[in-house]
């Protein structure tokens, strides 16, 4: 008898593990067994649900904040993105923050559901959190000419809405919503988050700046170790910038504690890092010599770049989003969609003419001439520099600066300090890149 019950208890304990086993699979397996590996990388989508507004006075309003970012088309944008990936099977698409436009719940809700389709196709879809993203006081409705309060994103909110990108998480910081996801044998993804936010609802705007605490740079030393010990190289994403961008703007777009960090990936061997936040297309190593990690920054739905991981190479190449194949008899009557590109091209273009008739008009320029040429060249460099573009050869360089504009852009100390940083790119080439490595 009591033979039977031994056996009988070994025959509970098994199956207790068996489903055991289910709900908590093992949490070191990679992505993927394979050892090439192919993940997208985007940030600072800014997603705005649609029952979030009316298209109406106060969206239009708020609509000029968006720095020439598309807000009229993100469901069309991002549903290209997801035909796309489902064609492509990536083996990750990445998110490095602002996922949301200012927090919103319903936001966040709303992109993960359009992004479920890539996790039910065995895409794996990891996202961190931006500035924006967290009690952030900005988080509106828009209805009529109203602007109302909305439910703000909380970390647990995070972590349930997003929660397919913690079930692949091998570590996960207790202080943070930072995170450690392997790969495949090769290599681990330390998934980064460097927000300054409140620890409850905010009525503040969100936090610009950003740094990694004390505990999560521990946390950070452990992982990278961890990945040393397992012959993984690690691969990092934040929001926040490792290293300046642009010499005229950089205040609150690099971590805070940047110097810290980089003597960490220095000690560890990190080839590559990826950051959003300034809305721009850029690659670059350390302009003071001091790491060797390669960052780079990207954005939105229109750009989805393929980073390809082999064991001893990784390859980065730019790719721009076409929505054409995938629109609706209704919307190819829309020259904005069925011309996506062009259309946005014109969003930035705007903005850079705005950006110079503000601040030239502030220096005493009125001549409208003057302004209109100005404004004309400032939005081509803006669209330039923020799609990395901005490589110009000897030739056309000299037809730049020979524009009637450019002498008008210099009038303005600010504009002329900009006008240094964005014409000409002196680091690397922004839209691809081969790292060969050990």
């Keep these: 008898m009591k033979a039977v019950k031994y056996v009988a208890a070994l025959f509970l304990m098994l199956i207790f593990a068996i489903v055991l086993g289910q709900i908590h699979p093992n949490r070191d397996r990679p992505l993927t067994n394979s050892s090439q590996a192919t993940i997208w990388v985007l940030s600072d989508t800014h997603f705005i649900a649609p029952i979030l507004h009316d298209e109406k006075t106060a969206y239009t309003q708020i609509k000029r904040s968006a720095a020439g970012k598309d807000m009229d088309y993100q469901p069309v944008a991002i549903n290209a993105l997801v035909q796309n990936a489902l064609k492509a099977r ?47 006081g900005w988080a509106r409705a828009y209805k009529g000419k109203r602007q109302l309060l909305t439910e703000q994103i909380s970390p647990s909110d995070w972590r349930n809405i997003f929660h397919t990108s913690y079930e692949q998480a091998v570590a996960q910081d207790p202080n943070s919503l930072s995170y450690r996801v392997n790969l495949n044998r090769n290599y681990q993804l330390l998934m980064l988050d460097s927000n300054i936010y409140t620890i409850e609802p905010s009525n503040r705007p969100p936090n610009t700046g950003g740094k990694l605490t004390p505990q999560t740079m521990k946390w950070v030393r452990q992982q990278l170790a961890a990945g040393q010990k397992a012959h993984r190289k690690s691969i990092v994403f934040m929001h926040h910038n490792l290293y300046a961008h642009n010499e005229a703007v950089n205040q609150g777009f690099v971590l805070d504690n940047s110097d810290q960090l980089k003597t960490l990936l220095k000690a560890y061997h990190v080839p590559l890092l990826f950051s959003g936040h300034i ?40 790719h721009a989003t076409d929505p054409t194949p995938y629109l609706t008899a209704k919307q190819r009557k829309n020259p904005d969609l069925l011309h996506y590109q062009r259309y946005l091209k014109q969003l930035f273009l705007q903005d850079g003419e705005g950006l110079a008739y503000g601040d030239l ?41 020979a524009d009637p504009g450019w002498a008008v852009l210099e009038r303005s100390p600010m504009l002329r300090r900009y006008l240094k940083e964005i014409v000409q790119d002196h680091n690397m080439n922004d839209n691809h890149l081969i790292i060969n490595h050990p």
């Design 279 to 318: 809305h721009a297309q850029d690659i670059s190593r350390d302009p003071d010599g001091q790491c060797p990690t390669i960052e780079v920054v990207s954005g939105a739905f229109s750009i989805s770049p393929v980073v390809t991981f082999t064991p001893n190479r990784i390859t980065y190449q730019k």
């Design 90 to 136: 990536p083996t990750a698409l990445v998110i490095t923050g602002d996922v949301t436009f200012n927090g919103e719940k319903a936001s966040a809700e709303s992109i993960m559901r359009r992004l479920q389709p890539l996790v039910a196709n065995g895409t794996k879809v990891l996202i961190i959190p931006g500035n924006h993203d967290i009690y952030d």
């Design 361 to 401: 008009m502030d220096n005493g320029v009125t001549n409208q001439h003057d302004l209109d040429a100005a404004a004309k060249l400032m939005g081509v460099l803006n669209w330039r520099f923020f799609t990395g573009d901005d490589h110009p050869d000897k030739a056309e360089l000299k037809r730049l600066k």
